[in-house]
């Protein structure tokens, strides 16, 4: 297992969690659009972490035990069925926020949808199908499933890592990932690879703090933290001490 390896992994899954996500956000928007309710968002957010988090933590134990290459951490049903319940609490809780901004988004949209309607005279049919046409856009659907399939894949990853690291005892590191995206990739996101940190410690991006790619640390400026999030597809990896004195002695601390 190698670190060009783990980006092609993540490549893969990302698109797998594409895909997923914009058929489920989608037909949430859409249902949305017919009759407005703030819990089908909640809902299809959890329904979303549920299918990709488990993935995305199994997929990372691998990876580090690969590094490793010991079995000394048997993943079990158990640690799948912790993660599962663990998954719902952590949506409602650390994306209330986030998914707020989402619906008030909708509610406007339909608000500015409904005046033009009226003021164009459309009758009921043509101001649904604008309605459902507008709200439920597949490059809305597409943007909110890429945003959020970075933040559950890499929240999935570092669930992983603080488990192995919990169970094992060894110290870990992590190391940001670009995506890989050769059409407009962000600088600062390539120039973050291969410069490994405590897994405790945050990514510092142009000023914007991360515990992984995808999950700014909270309470810092909206628009700054935006511009590194939206359409990302970075992820992190984590690696034992003894891979980053082997690979990233200069890193070591």
């Given at each position: 297992?190698?670190?060009?390896?783990?980006?092609?992994?993540?490549?893969?899954?990302?698109?797998?969690?594409?895909?997923?996500?914009?058929?489920?956000?989608?037909?949430?928007?859409?249902?949305?659009?017919?009759?407005?309710?703030?819990?089908?968002?909640?809902?299809?957010?959890?329904?979303?972490?549920?299918?990709?988090?488990?993935?995305?933590?199994?997929?990372?134990?691998?990876?580090?035990?690969?590094?490793?290459?010991?079995?000394?951490?048997?993943?079990?049903?158990?640690?799948?069925?912790?993660?599962?319940?663990?998954?719902?609490?952590?949506?409602?809780?650390?994306?209330?926020?986030?998914?707020?901004?989402?619906?008030?988004?909708?509610?406007?949209?339909?608000?500015?949808?409904?005046?033009?309607?009226?003021?164009?005279?459309?009758n009921?049919?043509?101001?649904?199908?604008?309605?459902?046409?507008?709200?439920?856009?597949?490059?809305?659907?597409?943007?909110?499933?890429?945003?959020?399939?970075?933040?559950?894949?890499?929240?999935?990853?570092?669930?992983?890592?603080?488990?192995?690291?919990?169970?094992?005892?060894?110290?870990?590191?992590k190391?940001?990932?670009?995506?890989?995206?050769?059409?407009?990739?962000?600088?600062?996101?390539?120039?973050?690879?291969?410069?490994?940190?405590?897994?405790?410690?945050?990514?510092?991006?142009e000023?914007?703090?991360?515990?992984?790619?995808?999950?700014?640390?909270?309470?810092?400026?909206?628009?700054?933290?935006?511009?590194?999030v939206?359409n990302?597809?970075?992820?992190?990896?984590?690696?034992?001490?003894?891979?980053?004195?082997?690979?990233?002695?200069?890193?070591?601390?």
């Open positions: 297992m190698n670190l060009s390896q783990i980006r092609r992994e993540n490549l893969k899954a990302n698109k797998r969690y594409e895909r997923f996500g914009q058929n489920l956000f989608r037909k949430t928007l859409k249902a949305q659009a017919d009759f407005f309710d703030e819990r089908l968002m909640i809902d299809a957010y959890v329904e979303f972490y549920q299918k990709v988090f488990p993935d995305a933590a199994r997929r990372g134990y691998f990876q580090i035990r690969a590094m490793e290459r010991t079995k000394d951490f048997a993943m079990s049903e158990l640690f799948l069925n912790t993660w599962k319940a663990w998954i719902g609490v952590w949506v409602r809780e650390n994306l209330a926020d986030q998914i707020q901004n989402v619906n008030d988004n909708t509610r406007n949209q339909i608000k500015d949808i409904l005046a033009n309607a009226t003021e164009q005279g459309l009921p049919f043509q101001t649904q199908k604008l309605l459902t046409d507008t709200i439920g856009s597949k490059a809305r659907a597409r943007a909110i499933a890429i945003t959020e399939g970075t933040r559950a894949n890499n929240m999935g990853l570092k669930r992983s890592g603080d488990d192995y690291e919990t169970v094992t005892g060894l110290t870990l590191y190391i940001w990932i670009h995506s890989g995206a050769t059409k407009e990739p962000r600088i600062s996101h390539v120039f973050a690879q291969n410069k490994p940190i405590l897994k405790s410690q945050n990514f510092d991006i000023g914007v703090r991360f515990d992984v790619p995808g999950n700014p640390v909270r309470g810092q400026d909206n628009k700054s933290v935006a511009k590194q939206i990302c597809g970075c992820a992190v990896s984590y690696v034992s001490e003894g891979f980053v004195r082997k690979r990233f002695p200069e890193y070591l601390q």
